[in-house]
């Protein structure tokens, strides 16, 4: 059985966040084992140098690649490319049929993942041109993996 990991940069705050994602996540037994885990963010000044924030990166990014060990890891971000949800679904599906048996999507913090996430990355996903919180984002995340299991599984959810 596939392996799907959300590993994310800070907590979620809001009980509704965490909730959605604990529903998606009782959906996604059905087709793989899920999880998500959350590494803490690095705290920084109000208003940050851009080497503070770099510094921060790196300690978030050696954490990441680390839990993420031999993962294919997908890691979202604005300058991504921009897949539809058969896209994503073909490519999980394209993964696991190449012997990947884990698949972790990765989520930076409010200033983005560092550059070595990026590179390490099979594949760099952004969800929109547009701007959402990071909670809600890990949300959507949680949904399109679901989308692209019934996909692949021609279920009924998506019409």
Not at 46 to 64: T, V, W, Y
Not at 71 to 100: D, P, R, W
Request: a positive charge; hydrophobic letters at 40%.
């Amino acid at each position: 059985m596939l392996t799907v990991r959300i590993l994310c940069v800070g907590k979620l705050k809001e009980r509704y966040w965490s909730e959605a994602c604990a529903e998606y996540a009782k959906r996604l037994k059905a087709f793989c084992k899920f999880s998500i885990e959350e590494i803490p963010e690095s705290r920084l000044p109000e208003q940050p140098s851009l080497a503070e924030i770099d510094r921060a990166l790196d300690g978030e990014a050696h954490q990441l690649l680390k839990r993420a060990g031999n993962s294919v890891i997908v890691a979202l971000c604005i300058e991504g490319k921009l897949y539809s949800s058969e896209m994503l679904a073909s490519s999980m599906q394209t993964f696991a049929i190449n012997g990947n048996s884990e698949i972790c999507f990765v989520i930076g913090s409010s200033y983005g993942l560092s550059p070595q996430v990026k590179k390490a990355a099979r594949l760099q996903l952004s969800m929109s041109p547009m701007t959402f919180p990071h909670q809600l984002a890990r949300v959507m995340l949680c949904e399109q993996v679901y989308r692209a299991f019934q996909i692949s599984e021609n279920g009924k959810y998506h019409k």
